[in-house]
T-cell receptor, first 114, second 113 residues
């Protein structure tokens, strides 16, 4: 079974530029998560989708971050304009529906804003 | 108060010793608890989870849960240098039928040969 796929793995951009990250969850997983992990910290949930609907985006900085999952499979997370403090790993994860299922993480997309 | 708290470490133990990693949580209604291991530059991988008070063993790993004290721990027996990593404690929260994981900051474990 293929895991959660993410791209690009690494990205360096200047502040005020934009960047987009792509995620393809495990086949059949209806729930998709985007977490942000700043160096030395634990992952923080940015947004959670159930199929193509948003379940939780309470910690998403909506003035600069946006995410979509138009067909209920792949998802894109965009940052525009980027700030220095956005330097982090962006982890996509997925799980089957329901409260009892394991959440699996992708390898992450590493962003450096200079 | 943070929802999930861990000592950032590093916790240094010699090879073959028992490593004890601790975690406390603030929401007394939390039901499920997870331990993830994260190697430097890698994504978190699930080690084990625990729902019930007491101990749960899986190979060299034992998770311990004390809901009254709101305390979760992970014991690693016969620690190996390959166990050197950051260990993340996570609490599953369920809201309107949807789950999410809330993570601590992680404890860095160093196992010396």
């Amino acid at each position: 079974e293929a895991g959660v796929a993410q791209s690009p793995r690494y990205k360096i951009i200047e502040k005020r530029q934009s960047v987009a990250f792509w995620c393809n969850p495990i086949s059949g997983h209806a729930t998709l998560y985007w977490y942000q992990q700043i160096l030395g910290q634990g992952p923080k949930l940015l947004i959670q989708f159930q199929n193509n609907g948003v379940v939780d985006d309470s910690q998403l900085p909506k003035d600069r971050f946006s995410a979509e999952r138009l067909k209920g499979v792949d998802s894109t997370l965009k940052i525009q304009p980027a700030k220095l403090e956005d330097s982090a790993v962006y982890l996509c994860a997925s799980s089957s529906p329901g409260p009892g299922n394991t959440i699996y993480f992708g390898e992450g997309s590493w962003l450096t804003v200079v | 108060q943070k929802e999930v708290e861990q000592n950032s470490g590093p916790l240094s133990v010699p090879e073959g010793a028992i490593a004890s990693l601790n975690c406390t949580y603030s929401d007394r209604g939390s039901q499920s608890f997870f331990w993830y291991r994260q190697y430097s530059g890698k994504s978190p991988e699930l080690i084990m989870f625990i729902y019930s008070n007491g101990d749960k063993e899986d190979g060299r790993f034992t998770a311990q849960l004390n809901k009254a004290s709101q305390y979760v721990s992970l014991l690693i027996r016969d620690s190996q240098p390959s166990d050197s990593a950051t260990y993340l404690c996570a609490v599953r929260k369920v809201n309107t039928g949807f789950q999410k994981l809330v993570f601590g900051t992680g404890t860095r474990l160093l196992v010396s040969p």
